[in-house]
């Protein structure tokens, strides 16, 4: 059983607000990894991290930013949320080496209105 | 680079019908090869995967052989159910380079009674 969460599953909200999607691992995992899923199920790479102080940007381009202070926790954030911004926002975590393995989170679906 | 192709869903099945799903890679190394499923409103959860060659991966009556001559890890399930329907992701991880996953575009299963 995975043990990687994201909060909050479900968040509507009014164009130009401030939001930040949660997620949090407790398997100690170095590697974590955000991804954006489009209505046509593709799965997009936005954000990832080796490690504590590490972030970098993945293939596709986005507005959000990731911080990663903690190992356990690793936090996505949109300064002013636009409508484009609608999405399935999907956490991952991977830790074991040499399998590349990934426990992903059951998302976070985001609405701009 | 490392790429994924699937093929392009959906596809429509009856109950206790055989099913197959093609995957292909292209990679410069020597990738792990994985299969993910997402069901409706969840995440993604690894399915099966094989990190060598001739290896099989199963789990729930699904499995797929790595075949490195023929670059493909095709996925197979001999008598499908209606709850296999979801969406099924085949992806690979190079141990030996970033450790970011490649996914393939998503193939949607939809079994009918």
């Known amino acids: 059983e995975a043990d990687i969460y994201q909060t909050p599953r479900y968040l509507v909200i009014g164009t130009g607000k401030k939001i930040t999607l949660e997620c949090s691992q407790t398997m100690g995992h170095d590697k974590m990894y955000w991804y954006q899923q489009d209505p046509g199920m593709e799965l997009h790479l936005i954000h990832y991290?080796?490690?504590?102080?590490?972030?970098e940007k993945g293939d596709l381009s986005s507005e959000s930013t990731v911080s990663r202070i903690r190992t356990e926790h690793f936090p996505l954030t949109l300064e002013s949320a636009r409508p484009s911004h609608t999405s399935q926002y999907l956490c991952?975590?991977?830790?074991?080496?040499?399998?590349?393995?990934?426990?992903f989170g059951e998302g976070s679906r985001l609405t701009v209105l | 680079g490392d790429s994924v192709t699937q093929m392009e869903g959906p596809v429509t099945l009856s109950e206790e019908a055989f099913l197959t799903i093609n995957c292909t890679y292209t990679?410069?190394?020597?990738?792990?090869l994985f299969w993910y499923v997402q069901y409706p409103g969840e995440g993604l959860q690894l399915l099966l995967k094989?990190?060598?060659?001739?290896d099989k991966g199963s789990n729930k009556g699904f499995e797929a052989t790595y075949r490195k001559e023929t670059t493909s890890f095709h996925l197979e399930k001999g008598s499908v159910q209606v709850s296999d329907s979801a969406v099924y992701f085949c992806?690979?991880?190079?141990?030996?380079?970033?450790?970011?996953?490649?996914f393939g575009r998503g193939t949607s299963l939809i079994v009918h009674p």
């Open positions: 990679a410069t190394g020597y990738p792990s």
């Open positions: 991290s080796y490690g504590v102080n590490s972030t």
């Open positions: 992806a690979l991880s190079d141990p030996g380079g970033s450790y970011i996953p490649t």
């Open positions: 991952a975590s991977s830790g074991a080496p040499g399998t590349g393995e990934l426990f």
């Open positions: 094989a990190t060598k060659a001739d």
